[in-house]
């Protein structure tokens, strides 16, 4: 008789909120979840707090205060260095939404910001099968009416 291989499990966390300050609190709570090197696919349509959510890691990983976390919209990608455990941690938070295809996709170089001290968190990353093929993970977020968000985040073991 032979066994299976084991199948892959991912670990599923979820959240409910009811206001931006949440969002920023659910993104500190998540700081502590994601172990470099990881990248996640941040998926939501626009307005849901995808970058509010960037706003709460950043902050928890001491890599800049929430005012100073925007939208990389317009500049692809926002760079910023932490420490999570004492040591040093990139943060890279991604946008691709303005990016047609493939190839503009790799002129932002992302298999190099891929290092052991990255956390790479890529907007509208499910446009691509690059990226899904990389991705550790996913953080969808969903508006479930008014300012209330549903956070569901799947980090692949």
């Known amino acids: ?13 979820e959240f409910t909120t009811q206001s931006g300050a949440d969002t920023i609190e659910v993104g500190r709570k998540l700081a502590r979840l994601l ?3 990881q990248l996640l696919i941040l998926r939501g349509d626009l307005g849901t707090g995808k970058t509010t959510l960037v706003k709460g890691i950043a ?5 800049a205060e929430a ?5 990389p919209t317009f500049t692809l ?4 260095d932490g420490t999570q455990d004492g040591r040093p941690v990139k943060l890279f ?9 493939e190839r503009q996709l790799e002129t932002l170089g992302l298999d ?15 446009k691509f099968k690059s990226i899904k093929k990389k991705a550790t ?21």
């Open 67 to 71: 005012d100073e976390v925007t939208s």
């Open 112 to 126: 190099e910001l891929l290092t052991p001290d990255a956390l790479v968190l890529v907007e509208w990353g499910e």
């Open 35 to 37: 172990t470099p090197p």
């Open 77 to 80: 990608l926002h760079e910023y």
């Open 1 to 13: 008789m032979t066994s299976a291989a084991p199948v892959e499990e991912d670990r599923i966390h």
């Open 137 to 157: 993970g996913e953080i969808a977020i969903t508006s479930a009416g008014g300012d209330v968000r549903k956070i569901t985040v799947t980090l692949k073991e």
């Open 93 to 101: 938070h991604l946008d691709v939404y303005r990016l047609e295809g």
């Open 59 to 63: 902050q928890a990983l001491d890599a």
